[in-house]
């Protein structure tokens, strides 16, 4: 099993900054991809960005330029800076790790607001 534990939401004007943390334990498989989703309220849950264990990364469009995801494989914990936020961008955030196998494993999320 693998927990995820998110950290690091809150309120932020538009235009400023926020980094989200993600700290994984347990038996946490060697090859896994971890990932960032958002769901804002009456809207389904959508991918922000994914890094696999290779360090292969890729963004949704909405995000590209702004977000930047990373891992630290030695403290099993996965990061979001996101700059310039937008107030689209409010949603909450949650923490993904899949392995080979496609199991998913899920955080608890956090919640990002954005002012306008």
């Known amino acids: 099993q693998v927990q995820l534990a998110e950290s690091g939401g809150g309120l932020v004007q538009a235009g400023g900054s926020l980094r989200l943390s993600c700290a994984a334990s347990g038996t946490i498989p060697s090859t896994n991809t971890m990932a960032w989703y958002r769901q804002a309220p009456g809207k389904q849950r959508d991918l922000v960005a994914t890094?696999?264990?290779?360090?292969?990364?890729n963004y949704a469009d909405s995000v590209k330029e702004r977000f930047t995801i990373s891992r630290d494989n030695d403290k099993n914990t996965l990061y979001l800076q996101m700059n310039s936020l937008k107030p689209e961008d409010t949603a909450v955030y949650y923490c993904?790790?899949?392995?080979?196998?496609?199991?998913?494993?899920w955080g608890q999320g956090t919640q990002v607001t954005v002012s306008s």
């Open positions: 993904n790790l899949f392995d080979r196998l496609f199991t998913h494993y």
């Open positions: 890094i696999m264990s290779d360090g292969s990364i």
